[in-house]
């Protein structure tokens, strides 16, 4: 998160208050009875810590507006003085030589030109401040050179970082390395030892001191897997401290058998193995969908098909029924012609049975007739007919 909005709790609220306490918790051995300058202060958040934890003076100068108005209503029970103003200009706004202690959370990030936010930082400090500067390690959150937190500059290593603010504060810097903390510790029973920070929501505990056990073994800590790191220069007595966040054992037994049992690379390992699955189930899928898209298609041509079928059998059963038809008429015609063919046959037949009659008689009666009126006869008829 990159600003912490103390009016309302955001989604995980304890881990949010321990990042960002845990910044303020190395320098509050440093600001008893001093003038502090809180430099890119934010929500004002560390300003009114400074405050509580002992400092005469604290003044908090931020560029945004908005914010710092915020602060004002938040904070303004704590005599912090709050300032809107660029940090790169914060020299020409508040004065040389006037601070006791400078504090920059991780604002060298945000910056063009970092070498001169230094030397401003310089200019407003006496000569004997103390400087204390924090820079996340981006190259952890972001490891190629393609990614980057979108609010930040520039990405710097621990070896950017240190050569750069050495160069222009001098060499007498203790460095530490922030990142996550395990461990054992005691926290007060009673809740009211919890102090408020003005009227957010942030509640803490202030831990005068504590024993930070090296680790040598289990992933132990260095400049590249850290969280960010933070140099603190001409101060004596340093001691690092931390924001932690106390838990009941239930959560440690928790904790303990995720390292113990690399649960989360056994996660991994599943998730990964998940993943596989369904990159393969993904393309068993594609395979299937092209499969169907193809009988779906040939389904679609076998349709067509089966209706260029079903169109020629209606036009095929359309030409039976006209031949049909016409066979029936010609076949009705037929008869009718057959049946008058046998009319006219037994006509004729009858004609003839009757001819055969007057024939017979004639043949009968021509035996009868003298053959010069015969031919008389014939000549007669020949004559009227030709």
């Excluded at 809107?84 to 706004?93: C, N, P, T």
């Excluded at 400090?125 to 996340?136: G, L, N, R, S, V």
């Excluded at 710097?156 to 990142?179: A, M, R």
Aim: aromatic share 10%; charged share 25%; with cysteine.
């Amino acid at each position: 998160m990159e600003r912490l909005d103390l009016g309302m709790k955001p989604a995980h609220p304890l881990e949010e208050a321990a990042i960002h306490l845990a910044r303020y918790a190395n320098i509050l051995n440093h600001i008893k009875d001093k003038t502090v300058l809180d430099l890119a202060c934010g929500e004002g958040y560390g300003s009114a810590l400074l405050m509580q934890y002992g400092a005469k003076k604290v003044v908090g100068v931020d560029i945004s507006v908005e914010t710092i108005e915020k602060a004002k209503q938040i904070f303004s029970s704590t005599g912090v003085e709050y300032i809107a103003g660029d940090a790169q200009s914060v020299a020409k706004l508040l004065g040389e030589n006037v601070f006791d202690v400078v504090v920059s959370i991780e604002t060298i990030e945000h910056v063009q030109d970092p070498e001169a936010l230094l030397k401003t930082m310089k200019k407003v400090a006496k000569e004997d401040a103390i400087f204390y500067i924090t820079c996340p390690n981006d190259y952890w959150y972001f490891p190629t050179e393609n990614e980057s937190n979108p609010f930040h500059i520039r990405k710097y290593t621990f070896e950017d970082f240190s050569t750069l603010t050495q160069s222009v504060l001098g060499d007498d810097v203790s460095w530490g390395l922030g990142s996550t903390v395990w461990g054992f510790g005691t926290a007060p029973l009673d809740s009211n030892e919890y102090l408020p920070l003005g009227t957010s929501w942030m509640r803490q505990y202030r831990s005068e001191g504590g024993l930070i056990i090296e680790n040598g073994s289990t992933e132990a800590l260095d400049t590249s897997n850290c969280s960010f790191y933070c140099g603190i220069w001409n101060a004596s007595n340093i001691s690092f401290s931390s924001g932690i966040i106390p838990f009941g054992m239930d959560a440690y037994k928790k904790i303990f058998e995720a390292i113990e049992y690399d649960i989360i690379s056994r996660l991994r390992e599943d998730n990964n193995a998940l993943r596989d699955r369904v990159q393969e189930l993904e393309i068993e899928f594609r395979r299937k969908s092209l499969f169907l898209m193809a009988a779906d298609s040939e389904n679609k041509i076998l349709k067509e098909s089966v209706s260029k079928l079903d169109l020629q059998k209606d036009i095929l059963q359309q030409q039976i029924y006209e031949n049909t038809r016409q066979a029936e008429e010609k076949t009705f015609d037929l008869n009718k012609q057959v049946i008058e063919l046998k009319n006219k046959i037994n006509e004729l037949s009858y004609n003839i049975d009757v001819m055969k009659i007057g024939y017979y008689r004639y043949l009968r009666m021509s035996k009868y007739v003298p053959t010069f009126a015969k031919n008389l006869v014939l000549k007669i008829y020949r004559k009227f007919h030709g």
